[in-house]
């Protein structure tokens, strides 16, 4: 992965993942132009992940920016694709490290500008507002919007023109020939561009083991219609609250089946309103909120929740726990999952959904009914993207390992020339010559642990993972100055059981060992605090874990009179 010195000092096309490549979320892609000394820099998206039980505390993951930043004065602009939270939920959290120009349509600036203002900092930014279909130019890079189909408004392809080669970057995107919301995709500026020549595709990976096609969203609005209709007693739909085709829809099937609509959860209410600021959602009777709930008879109640993957504090799961102020659902009601199961939320989806049963509600998923299509192209949407673009060269994005080695098997059936599997932190060189990684760059994850950024490896959460596992003793002893202890040491524990197999409790066996050690420390040591603390640490560490079986988290305080 050395670059020769030829290509030190000559111009090169790169592209450099630092997030998305090799795992779904959290997209960051860097196109560097120009001898690799002096590169000028272009970032496509700048998105954010969620945590999940195996980081106890974190609530977002993040690419780390550290190689950009170190070249931030050549950082030309911020390109977002659309306003998913994997690809703009971190603009806000990270734009102070990169300080440059940021471009978005107008239904993305209205969100990205909502969090730049929760953060204090949209008079800091300059957030450029460009029309669908626009056309600019970034130093080397002429940039070209173009627009496409997804689950949300205005997503759009970057077409990146350079003096060595064009590259169609994809976003987020699906073959959908009814969207409910926004333009048709332009298929016809796709071939146009296809027949100018695109050096290489940076495409996504989604659903490349899915056959067909992705399917309308008008297909899904119908289809509610037929569902819905002969649901008796209260109906609530949870889904994406970013899917903002799908409340559209939703809202159609209410009002075809006489139920007013009543928006629940905080992202829900901000979505609506940025698409109704960007003009989106006409013509739709007015949302109710959770205030009007009871006042309507349940037959003519219809919920659009936030929840549909099982997050502890999303609306749905308040609702089921009845910790909501507002809004009840009982036996007889009808819950439906208008949303996929994303892997890896198994279990809280399914908690969820058994909970909603065991109170005598009628669960509707995507396996029993039609109430969900993918925003991600399936096998024929993808073969349909490469007829058009007809790219010398496929680079796969946006999934795991096991995605992008699929996606560019399918590029080699379709006889493009090149194809190139990467991941996070590697470099490919795109032009000149043939594609090839020149180099692996410093690349990881931050960490959103409440209000503070922390990198990837800090072993905060190492120790919450310990703790959660194994729990905490915490010992605090007074001693003289000749060693002698003053008082009772005091023991407390957290997460431990009460009591072992002989029914000594665990509080006991703590003072008996804190006894032990300072038996057997010599009376010179004794006047030592770190040895006193560390033999007491071990000595009550080791009795815990001959009783329980596992290594419990001590710390030891020594306070000297």
Request: hydrophobic residues 40%; negative net charge; charged residues 25%.
């Amino acid at each position: 992965m050395k670059k020769s010195a030829a290509h030190a000092t000559s111009d090169e096309l790169v592209f450099l993942p630092l997030g998305g490549s090799g795992e779904i979320g959290m997209n960051l892609n860097l196109y560097g132009f120009g001898p690799a000394r002096s590169r000028k820099w272009l970032m496509v998206d700048l998105g954010v992940t969620f945590g999940n039980d195996s980081i106890p505390g974190i609530d977002l993951i993040m690419a780390d920016t550290a190689f950009i930043e170190d070249r931030a004065d050549d950082l030309l602009g911020l390109i977002l694709t659309h306003a998913h939270e994997d690809h703009i939920g971190a603009v806000a959290h990270l734009w102070p490290r990169l300080r440059c120009p940021v471009y978005a349509t107008p239904f993305t600036a209205t969100l990205v500008r909502a969090k730049l203002m929760e953060k204090g900092i949209e008079s800091d930014v300059p957030l450029n507002i460009v029309e669908l279909g626009a056309r600019f130019t970034l130093g080397p890079f002429d940039i070209e919007y173009v627009t496409l189909t997804h689950s949300i408004p205005e997503p759009n392809a970057i077409a990146i023109r350079t003096s060595l080669g064009t590259i169609m970057h994809t976003g987020d995107w699906k073959i959908d020939p009814e969207p409910m919301l926004g333009d048709k995709m332009d298929i016809a500026r796709l071939a146009e561009i296809g027949e100018e020549g695109v050096r290489a595709i940076v495409c996504d990976s989604t659903n490349v083991f899915s056959p067909g096609t992705a399917g309308s969203e008008a297909d899904v609005a119908r289809s509610l219609i037929e569902v819905i209709r002969p649901c008796t007693g209260r109906v609530a739909v949870t889904a994406f609250a970013s899917n903002v085709a799908r409340v559209q829809s939703i809202a159609k099937a209410a009002e075809a089946c006489d139920r007013h609509c009543i928006l629940v959860g905080r992202a829900m209410f901000r979505l609506v309103s940025a698409a109704r600021e960007a003009g989106y959602l006409e013509g739709l009777p007015p949302f109710l909120t959770e205030h009007d709930f009871g006042y309507l008879p349940p037959e003519k109640v219809l919920l659009i929740c936030t929840g549909s993957q099982g997050e502890p504090r999303a609306a749905l799961s308040r609702i089921v726990e009845d910790s909501h102020p507002n809004i009840t659902l009982t036996r007889g009601d009808t819950v439906i999952f208008s949303s996929r199961v994303i892997p890896g939320n198994e279990t809280s989806i399914f908690d969820l959904q058994n909970r909603l049963s065991e109170r005598g509600m009628r669960i509707i998923t995507e396996r029993d009914h039609f109430v969900h299509v993918s925003g991600h192209p399936c096998r024929d949407d993808l073969v349909s993207m490469y007829q058009w673009i007809k790219p010398e060269l496929a680079i796969p994005v946006h999934g795991e390992a096991r995605h992008l080695a699929e996606h560019a098997a399918l590029a080699r059936e379709l006889q493009v020339p090149e194809t190139i599997t990467t991941r996070n932190g590697l470099m490919t060189r795109i032009a000149p010559g043939p594609a090839e990684v020149i180099e692996e760059v410093e690349h990881g994850r931050i960490y959103l642990d409440g209000d503070v950024l922390t990198v990837h490896d800090e072993g905060a959460v190492q120790e919450r993972r310990k703790l959660a596992f194994s729990g905490a003793v915490f010992v605090s002893l007074v001693l003289d100055e000749l060693g002698e202890v003053r008082g009772e040491p005091q023991v407390r524990l957290h997460g431990l059981p009460d009591q072992d197999n002989y029914g000594e409790t665990f509080e006991d066996l703590a003072l008996d060992a804190i006894d032990d050690a300072l038996d057997r420390l010599p009376a010179k040591r004794r006047k030592d605090d770190d040895a006193v603390g560390e033999l007491v640490r071990r000595t009550v560490r080791g009795a815990i874990r001959r009783e329980w079986g596992k290594k419990a988290q001590v710390s030891v305080v020594v306070t000297r009179i």
